[in-house]
């Protein structure tokens, strides 16, 4: 499946996440979070965190995750729904 990003409402620090086949299909989002984070979230769909920390263990099933900069949130939710 391949992905596009909804970026509308980009100047509010938002970004949906939709499946590119089905164009309005939201299945996920990035939001812009206080001190530049960039999280990354997704409905009905779970990965194994890839770090973990004190919070959640490495391997545990989450539908979230924080990063630093916008562009490795991106590329981080593409890669999510690349053929393997």
Known sequence: ????????????????????????????????????????SFKRHTFPHPTGNRIVKKGFMVNCLSFKNLEDAKEFAINQFTEK
């Not at 391949?2 to 299945?27: C, E, R």
């Open 1 to 40: 499946m391949k992905i596009i990003f909804y970026d509308k409402l980009a100047s509010k620090g938002f970004w949906g996440i939709q499946d590119s086949d089905n164009v309005g299909t939201n299945i996920g989002s990035i939001k812009k979070k206080k001190g530049g984070v960039f999280l990354v």
